[in-house]
């Protein structure tokens, strides 16, 4: 199972703010840098956010990313219909010899 | 334009093998690190392995240790993954990916997968 805990579904109106939150600990979040990853219907996962806050090109501005101690959080501002998708924050974890690992995944639906 | 192809999916009874594959093409492969990521149905993502950019180090979730192996060939720009002792609780899509790692002396500074493929669906059942 995910060591890294999101809630299991956010939504909002068009134009809302929706804010998802990813709960790690001090061998993941903690101490490394956090990422989020969009999974549209039916589709492969695409980079979101990188080093925390980092946007790849492309990515609107509306969506950011934060970390604090052994938490982060992907915030979209001015939500859009096209951005009902599945959503998961993911870190390297330092423990038992290294491996990466991801959320449980957060479902957005735009209402 | 940078894409990954997975291939080699397929229905497979519980204890045989298969084996994927990933074409890379619009980057040089052999300087990147790789993974394989897969999803259970109507689940969320697991990473599975990852290998260096020449294939010295490799890297498995416990749950796949022993069972399955991932490679390369650089010179065909290709990854794969031989899966062995297959279980049910295989099934999934599977996605290869490219890596960028940053990391010195043991210690990794960052991590994660900013390419996907489209997916390679296995089967486990009988």
């Known amino acids: 199972q995910s060591v890294l805990t999101q809630p299991p579904s956010a939504s909002g109106t068009p134009g809302q703010r929706v804010t998802i939150s990813c709960s790690g600990s001090?061998?993941?979040?903690?101490?490394?840098?956090v990422y989020w990853y969009q999974q549209l219907p039916g589709t492969a996962p695409k980079l979101l956010i990188y080093?925390?806050?980092q946007r790849p090109s492309g990515v609107p501005d509306r969506f950011s990313g934060s970390k604090s101690g052994t938490s982060a959080s992907l915030a979209i501002n001015g939500l859009q219909s096209e951005d009902e998708a599945d959503y998961y924050c993911?870190?390297?974890?330092?423990?038992?010899?290294?491996?990466?690992?991801f959320g449980t995944g957060t479902k957005v639906t735009v209402l | 334009e940078v894409q990954l192809v997975e291939s080699g999916g397929g229905l497979v009874q519980p204890g045989g093998s298969l084996r994927l594959s990933c074409a890379a093409s619009g980057f040089t492969f052999n300087t990147y690190w790789m993974s394989w990521v897969r999803q259970a149905p109507g689940k969320g993502l697991e990473w599975v392995a990852s290998i260096k950019q020449d294939g010295s180090e490799k890297y498995y979730v416990d749950s796949v240790k022993g069972r399955f192996t991932i490679s390369r060939d650089n010179a065909k720009n290709s990854l794969y993954l031989q899966m062995n002792s297959l279980r049910v609780e295989d099934t999934a899509v599977y996605y290869c990916a490219r890596d960028r790692v940053g990391a010195a002396q043991g210690v990794v500074y960052y991590y994660y997968m900013d390419v996907w493929g489209k997916g390679t669906t296995v089967t486990v059942s009988s």
């Open positions: 080093s925390n806050n």
């Open positions: 993911a870190a390297w974890d330092d423990s038992l010899n290294g491996r990466y690992v």
């Open positions: 001090s061998s993941n979040i903690g101490s490394n840098y």
